[in-house]
């Protein structure tokens, strides 16, 4: 199917709340894992997001330059090509842009976009994440404001992260107390009072509850996904709305249990970031397969290796294969598989 609309998108997420399920979010960086992630989703019957960090869109440029949005643009048109051969609908987004990355990757593509649109086309990215976590909260907020006319106008959403979590991703680490690993009533108001609830085109929030980016082993950190439902009655409450006025994004959930999952969707989220878990199945049936075929990928003692086993097509689709799996898992996790509206 081809890649979806802004309004197909829109009711993608509008579907997920409604129906109590989220989406995988998938952070690509090469076209591997692009076809791993259709490959997965296609298997899973489930719509679904790529998405990209200024890390990654570097890699798409290429390693020796510096070209983030080209790299970026070069992703979303790739998926766009390639989405046409698989019967699911997917969308693109930018994932974790800090606030020294504005320059040379959110606002690049959001004229991109613009151009785009301007000239009768839709937007190239369906949504963009400001990650203003480094900055005060004023400050983040304020950068949304001035970033969501521009996002509405293009027909776009706006992801803003309200809190911090912890560890790092593509160089944006976050250190200090447990405290602040728990985002309050109080300052998802501020945002809402700033952002409203849709008027001004519409916004998802990352809300932290104890997240940590990257890899950690279970207990080491404390999720409390109820807090997600405390704060949509709180917001509910205070600005008069019906229950769960909120679109909500789950970041660091590596290692989450089946039940914080669940938790976490029941109270609004309707779309979960992984990297870290996709990553890891991606490079293990690589090193899974070079380990039994150590003999054939290698040119040991004078000999000539066995071409058909050190072809990178070989063990690329061994890896794409075995990241798949881990993305049809996630839909299982998310409730979102076998729910494809294509």
């Given amino acids: 199917m081809p ?33 791993a992630v259709l490959q997965g989703l296609t298997e899973a019957g489930s719509d679904g997001i790529l998405q990209v960090t200024t890390g990654g869109a570097d ?17 979303a048109r790739f998926v766009a090509e390639v989405a046409k051969s698989y019967p699911i609908t997917v969308a693109v987004h930018t994932d974790h842009c800090p606030k020294d990355a504005l320059g040379s990757f959110l606002l690049p593509l959001l004229e991109a976009s613009e151009e785009q649109v301007k000239a009768g086309g839709e937007p ?33 959403i706006l992801e803003v992260e309200i809190g911090v979590v912890g560890g790092e991703e593509d160089g944006v680490q976050h ?29 998802i929030a990352a809300l932290t509850f104890g997240n940590v980016h990257g890899v950690y082993k279970p207990g080491n950190v404390k999720l409390r996904p109820e807090l997600l439902g405390e704060i949509q009655a709180g917001i509910a409450a205070q600005f008069g709305t019906g229950p769960k006025p909120l679109d909500l994004v789950f970041h660091g959930g590596s290692g989450s249990t089946d039940e914080e999952i669940a938790l976490a969707v029941a109270n609004g989220v309707v779309k979960m970031n992984i990297d870290t878990d996709t990553q890891y199945a991606f490079t293990r049936a690589v090193a899974g397969y070079m380990m039994r075929n150590y003999d054939g990928v290698l040119k040991i003692d004078g000999e000539v290796g066995n071409k058909k086993q050190y072809d990178p097509r070989a063990w690329g689709k061994v890896a794409e294969s075995a990241m798949a799996a881990r993305v049809v898992e996630a839909t299982k996790q998310l409730g979102s598989f076998g729910k494809s509206q294509s």
């Fill in 3 to 35: 890649l979806a609309t802004p309004d197909q998108y829109a009711d993608m997420l509008s579907r997920a709340k409604a129906g109590g399920f989220a989406y995988p979010a998938i952070n690509v960086a090469s076209s591997q894992s692009i076809n």
């Fill in 59 to 75: 890699y798409f440029a290429g390693q020796t330059v510096k070209a983030r949005a080209t790299g970026a643009l070069a992703m």
């Fill in 175 to 203: 250190e200090g107390s447990n405290d602040a690993l728990y985002t309050t009533t109080g300052d998802v108001a501020q945002a809402v009072e700033a952002l409203g609830l849709g008027e001004n085109g519409r916004w």
């Fill in 124 to 156: 190239i990215f369906q949504s963009h994440m400001w990650d203003g976590s480094a900055v005060p909260l004023a400050e983040n907020i304020e950068i949304a404001r001035e970033l969501l006319p521009r996002m509405k106008a293009i027909n776009a």
